[in-house]
């Protein structure tokens, strides 16, 4: 993994809510005397159900509620690389009871690289903590002729400009931007196929209509152990 920039070999998940949901909740609490939470939680995650951040933010909310004695209800809203997602975070209304659950990508990399985003994440919510960072992997399917990186630079180089596909959770994800810089570092010409979410990218794996793809470390390990995919980067 040293090959790769180690900027991009992270996603760093960040629990996030709208700036006007922080100043609503203070003034609820001034006025009324409600203490918060009085009613359960929503908690919108940009990604399906089984994904990596899904997983760990199940985990996260578990425990939160338990700490607030409120329920926090996970909210998947996949696509668009989180653009979905942030796009209702910051619709939501501003009374602390809606949270988003959001990584790097669909907040850092969305904001330079969508110039036409109806919402400003810098603006329009507030970072609240970094509750974790999970590894992403490059993975290929078992019939793929390479068992390390320099063997898929090799393989890749060999065949014909855009013989091969590659797919990522979305255009702008962490994945995406790591096979870019690592095209242009090793001089590869492979097509990008952005999916929704990783469990189509998985399924599209198995049933051999895609044989690259970078995806999350934790959602991928099962079946990277039972040999159904082969870990390369």
């Given at each position: 993994?040293?090959?790769?920039?180690?900027?991009?070999?992270?996603?760093?998940?960040?629990a996030?809510?709208?700036?006007?949901?922080?100043?609503?909740?203070?003034?609820?609490?001034?006025?009324?005397?409600v203490?918060?939470?009085?009613?359960p939680?929503r908690?919108?995650?940009?990604?399906?159900?089984?994904?990596?951040?899904?997983?760990?933010?199940?985990?996260?909310s578990d425990?939160l509620?338990?700490?607030?004695?409120?329920?926090?209800?996970?909210?998947?809203?996949?696509?668009?690389?989180?653009?979905?997602?942030?796009?209702?975070?910051?619709?939501?209304?501003?009374d602390?009871?809606?949270?988003?659950?959001?990584?790097?990508?669909?907040?850092?990399?969305?904001?330079?690289?969508?110039?036409?985003l109806?919402f400003?994440?810098?603006?329009?919510?507030?970072?609240?903590v970094?509750?974790?960072?999970g590894?992403?992997?490059?993975?290929?399917?078992?019939?793929?002729?390479?068992?390390?990186?320099?063997?898929?630079i090799?393989?890749?180089?060999?065949?014909?400009?855009?013989?091969?596909?590659?797919?990522?959770?979305?255009?702008?994800?962490?994945?995406?931007?790591?096979?870019?810089?690592?095209?242009a570092?090793?001089?590869?010409?492979?097509?990008h196929?952005?999916?929704?979410?990783?469990?189509?990218?998985?399924?599209?794996?198995?049933?051999?209509?895609?044989?690259?793809?970078?995806?999350?470390?934790?959602?991928?390990?099962?079946?990277?152990?039972?040999?159904?995919?082969?870990?390369?980067?």
């Open positions: 993994m040293s090959f790769l920039p180690r900027l991009l070999q992270r996603r760093r998940f960040l996030v809510m709208g700036a006007a949901g922080l100043a609503g909740t203070t003034g609820v609490r001034a006025q009324a005397q203490a918060w939470p009085s009613r939680i908690m919108i995650v940009p990604s399906a159900a089984g994904s990596g951040a899904d997983l760990l933010c199940r985990l996260f425990a509620g338990q700490a607030l004695l409120q329920p926090v209800v996970v909210d998947n809203k996949p696509g668009a690389n989180g653009i979905l997602a942030a796009d209702q975070l910051v619709r939501a209304q501003p602390g009871y809606t949270l988003g659950w959001m990584s790097s990508s669909s907040t850092v990399v969305n904001q330079a690289v969508q110039p036409n109806s400003d994440v810098t603006r329009d919510t507030v970072p609240i970094q509750v974790g960072a590894g992403i992997v490059l993975v290929v399917t078992p019939d793929f002729p390479a068992r390390t990186l320099q063997e898929f090799g393989v890749v180089k060999a065949e014909p400009a855009g013989r091969f596909n590659y797919a990522s959770w979305g255009m702008g994800s962490t994945g995406h931007l790591v096979m870019e810089w690592l095209k570092r090793a001089g590869l010409d492979l097509r196929v952005p999916y929704k979410t990783m469990p189509q990218i998985y399924q599209d794996m198995q049933g051999g209509n895609i044989q690259i793809a970078w995806v999350d470390v934790s959602s991928s390990v099962p079946l990277i152990k039972a040999g159904r995919l082969r870990a390369l980067a």
